[in-house]
């Protein structure tokens, strides 16, 4: 039928009947909108198995998808978060575990306990704090389909800690049964946001759709314990290594929140209507340059120690949040400053007086010939991005011969990460940072043991793990930090506050050294 054929009063009717779906169409849409968070990580996510990766994003990841038997709060106390509770005997060697009712997998299973006696097994093969249950370890087993418990040789006094602060995440059985040498390949979680790996393009994107059946705490959300309340349906990661591409998404209101919005960049978000810049991880960044002590040139101590009198820490810290001083912190040692186990010990290789001449002499001392320094920089993380360039400089200043390699983070892990004495000499040094929390204590500071063995700072993390209280570990990593500054592994480069940038649509943003979006709101 022609147009001019079409009746008048039909098309008076169809018409009417548009606008009135559009109408109504209109605040749906609106609503659907309202309950997806499109969100920038930092980089691009390798996998969500946080036990083959010790990056933070793999963390952001494993936080929404899987939960945990106990969550580190604020004050980084451990709290029960899908165990009820737990018995202690008097010599503290059993421990009973109860699960709190209603947990269930996102395949509509109930959690068991042979499922977190699975999943803390695997965890206790590559985690410190697992390892050193595992150590200490009589007999672990269900007594029951919700209760377990763990048996010891010797009291742990870190247990809770260890089951809350670091990648003990719950997994079906079949799942956790996977070594922890292999990364997983069923994302099936037990925590408030389902994996959607069917959606998920490396490089590209990254989905997560609520959990329905998932039952929250009936407390207030307080970093990852509490009530993980779901409030949004869907969360998208678009993955946007380019820092100018991500601000103007989030102008236009293409995305949400950035993660990690590059400093220069900044003022052009700052006063902008509609959209916040603020600081929501309240411990901060610990950053390094790390140093692989395992290979010539800097299998000599001397020569790691020659590039202190050089470190200028304020240059790396300027160089990731401007110069505003609120943002970061210098004078900064082995360990978080703020931490039980921080202290002045050692400080002058970093607070004293610089000087490029006393480093260069300091070189030639250790009998550096000129051998080419390979210095990664990770070019899909801002912060690897800002550094970087930073530590070439100094290191080309004192007399090194630096080969600067540009590469992408998951590049980068993997060759740190390789253990062929071939694969271990391609690289030299690069620039990164950790969450603060990680290296608050010897149990989670994975780069202060070298890439090498170090036996005086491993005896010593072992009777950290053994000290009666905390005046006891305070002796003890003051002793870390004396040798880490005597055969540093690495260079620490300061602490910093990273702020991040969002929509004001967006409320409830929980605090927490990772992105969390359990408790999150957008409006309309």
Known sequence: MTASAFPRRAALQLGAGL???????????????????????????QTPDALQSSTLISLNAAHAIWDQLYGLDSKLQPRPQMAQGHELSEDRLRW????????????????????????????????????????????????????????LKQPYNQLLYGLGATACYIMPERVAQTPATTTVADFTGSGPFVFRRDEWVSGA????????????RDERPDMWAGGKVA?????????????????????????????????????????????????????GVWAELRLNDSVPPFDNPAMRRALFPALRQVDYMQSLVGGDPSLYRTGVGAF???????????????????????????????????????????????????????????????????????????????????????????????????????VSNPGSHLHLYGTRPNPRLETLRDAWFDAADAAAQQRITREMQAIAFEEPPFLPLGQYFTPQAYSTRLSGFVPSPIALFWNLEKAA
């Open 336 to 438: 978080l400053p703020g931490s039980p186990a921080a202290s002045d010990v050692g400080l002058e290789a970093v607070t004293g007086e610089r000087s490029i001449e006393r480093a260069r002499q300091a070189v030639k001392a250790a009998g550096y010939q000129g051998e080419t320094i390979i210095q990664m920089a990770a070019t899909d993380i801002s912060s690897a991005a800002a550094m970087s360039p930073v530590a070439q400089q100094m290191l080309r200043e004192i007399g090194l011969n630096v080969d600067y390699q540009s590469v992408d983070w998951g590049t980068l892990i993997s060759r740190a990460n390789a253990a062929g004495a071939a694969e271990r000499a391609n690289w030299h040094c690069y620039c990164t940072g950790w969450a603060g929390l990680w």
């Open 96 to 151: 009973r575990f109860r699960l709190r009712a209603g947990l269930r997998f996102h395949d509509g299973e109930p959690v068991r306990a042979v499922d977190c006696v699975a999943s803390i097994n695997r965890w206790s093969q590559r985690d410190l704090f697992g390892k050193r249950l595992a150590a200490q370890l009589e007999e672990m087993r269900a007594t029951s389909d919700t209760e377990f418990e763990i048996r």
């Open 19 to 45: 606008a009135a779906a559009g109408t109504l169409g209109r605040p749906a849409l609106a609503q659907s909108a309202a309950r997806t968070l499109r969100f920038v990580p930092h980089t691009n996510l």
């Open 205 to 216: 994107s990254v989905v997560f759709t609520r959990n329905e059946a998932y039952v929250p």
């Open 231 to 283: 409030k949004l349906d869907r969360i998208e990661w678009r993955i946007m290594p380019d820092p100018s591409t991500a601000i103007s998404a989030l102008q236009t209101g293409e995305v949400d929140w950035l993660e990690r919005p590059l400093a220069d960049l900044l003022p052009l978000l700052r006063g902008r209507r509609g959209l916040e810049v603020k600081t929501i991880d309240p411990i």
